[in-house]
């Protein structure tokens, strides 16, 4: 019996099939939306698509229509002209938007709920500040939410102690009514001590990761599992055993369908060493105790199929961990790419040039956690002659029980100069499939592909996306699904961003 597959980042997502025809639909390009855009998709708001636009130190949400015609463009008059960042999270009638902002010794965190027009319903709320003595220029406060969105939290961590970070968090409703406020202590013990991977379940309660490598550019010899409740002040630890391998690129990830936290790392026997396979590790946290800690290693054939143009024993070293779906019965599928980088004149970079260092933005005495994942190479897109690369796609299935079910390779090979945008891969989780959107060279054109792969792990090349307009240059891994079966692209048009509707 096949197994559903359920993506737990989209809480619309529900079993959905469809004999529509995959169709594709642009927005026209706008003076204003040169290639040099800041934007943001929201999302879907009462049928329209909503998109943040920023230039010239001014901000704008332009609305689009089912067809991708602009409806409305309205003016963020009253943000900042320098905000340090910008987040939002998107509801079916309206979105909330955090920002943040420095004015003179204050950096202020506020947050605001807008309409589908892009206009104020509330007055912006001031959520936390932060008095310094310096002009900061990354942000110093991340946005993590639930999987149903019920739970939005905000956070700041001060490094300014050599042995403790000290955790302030903001715990709110999709109301922005506050729930609760922290902040706790942390013990940092060894000079290379490092939080990553923050996640927030359905209940409100908070799970990060605590690791440490023998510098931040190494791989980790040890991890510790941070778990603090909503109403709680105190944070708890877990140490999961690590005998005789390392980590590195780990991820955790909420199973909020069984209560369950899930830790999952490429590892290697020996340090700095060739990857050997995926390190699993579930803990449950009503009992707060493990379920499993196990590895399951790469076989020679998996190596070979994946391999590209490494040796089969360093057949994985390139490979970064991109997507974990969780299943309701506890199992879960990872999606992984190959990715690398090469400047000419310097030697090419290695997954330890792109681990952990990627993963925040730092200000002086703060860290501010980054995205849930990292794009290695996406750091040094201003140096000259920089040559990215975004090779095969490594997905496997695994079971409740943390045993490997189906592993598969989409084959593919792209590269870049001076770039990253337009390689890569954007996912799609219909229900009944996962589609993976990438750009191919056919016939010295460049080719906008969709290929899905079944509950069973059958792969599927699908036939040639409809309304591909010559011209067009999809950047798919900057991509957000908006509906159970609908993903909006940015795309290049000349000098302009577009952005693209496709439907599957």
């Not at 510098?215 to 944070?235: F, G, Y």
């Not at 998996?302 to 991109?322: C, H, P, S, V, Y």
């Not at 199992?331 to 980088?341: D, K, P, Q």
């Not at 994942?373 to 490594?394: H, K, L, V």
């Amino acid at each position: 019996m096949k197994k559903v597959i359920f993506l737990s980042l989209v809480p619309f997502l529900c079993i959905y099939f469809s004999s529509t025809a995959q169709r594709i639909t642009y927005t026209e390009p706008d003076r204003d939306d040169i290639r040099t855009l800041n934007y943001d998709i929201i999302g879907k708001i009462n049928g329209n698509v909503l998109i943040y636009k920023n230039y010239h130190e001014a901000s704008f949400i332009s609305v689009y229509d089912v067809d991708m015609k602009l409806t409305e463009k309205t003016k963020l008059g009253y943000l900042p002209d320098k905000l340090i960042n910008i987040e939002f999270i998107s509801y079916p009638d309206y979105f909330l938007m955090f920002y943040e902002y420095q004015k003179r010794s204050t950096v202020f965190c506020m947050a605001a709920k807008l309409d589908g027009k892009g206009k104020l319903m509330t007055d912006p709320v001031q959520l936390d500040s932060t008095e310094l003595n310096f002009n900061v220029t990354t942000k110093i406060y991340s946005v993590i939410r639930s999987d149903d969105k019920k739970k939005i939290m905000i956070f700041k961590i001060n490094t300014k102690h050599d042995n403790q970070n000290i955790l302030t968090t903001v715990l709110s409703d999709q109301s922005l009514a506050l729930i609760h406020r922290t902040r706790v202590n942390i013990p940092m013990p060894e000079r290379n001590d490092f939080l990553t991977e923050f996640q927030l379940d359905n209940d409100g309660d908070l799970a990060c990761l605590k690791a440490w490598g023998t510098s931040q550019n190494d791989n980790i010899s040890k991890i510790t599992l941070l778990t603090k409740s909503a109403a709680e002040d105190e944070v708890k630890a877990t140490d999961p055993k690590l005998t005789g391998f390392y980590l590195d690129d780990i991820k955790l990830k909420v199973d909020n369908f069984n209560k369950h936290y899930l830790i999952t790392s490429f590892f290697s026997k020996q340090k700095r060493s060739n990857v050997d396979g995926l390190y699993l590790y579930l803990w449950d946290k009503q009992t707060a105790k493990e379920v499993y800690n196990t590895t399951a290693m790469f076989s020679d054939e998996l190596r070979a199929e994946a391999r590209g143009e490494n040796t089969i024993k360093m057949a994985f070293n390139d490979f970064f961990l991109r997507q974990i779906i969780m299943e309701s019965d506890g199992g879960f599928v990872i999606s992984s790419e190959a990715n690398t980088s090469s400047t000419r004149g310097t030697a090419p970079m290695n997954r330890w040039d792109y681990m952990y260092g990627g993963s925040y933005m730092m200000s002086p005495g703060y860290y501010a956690y980054g995205s849930p994942y990292y794009y290695p190479g996406s750091r040094y897109n201003t140096m000259n002659q920089t040559r990215y690369f975004a090779d095969n796609i490594a997905i496997f299935s695994f079971n409740p029980k943390g045993k490997i079910e189906w592993s598969n390779v989409i084959h593919k090979s792209q590269y870049d100069d001076n770039s990253d945008s337009f390689i890569g891969y954007g996912l799609i989780n219909t229900g009944d499939q996962i589609h993976y959107l990438f750009n191919v060279e056919e016939k010295r054109q460049t080719v906008f592909t969709d290929q899905t792969i079944s509950p069973d792990g059958q792969l599927a090349h699908n036939a040639t996306l409809k309304n591909l307009d010559k011209g067009y240059e999809f950047m798919p891994r900057h991509a957000k699904q908006v509906g159970a079966r609908t993903i909006i692209v940015p795309c290049q048009f000349r000098n302009y961003v577009c952005f693209a509707k496709v439907e599957l």
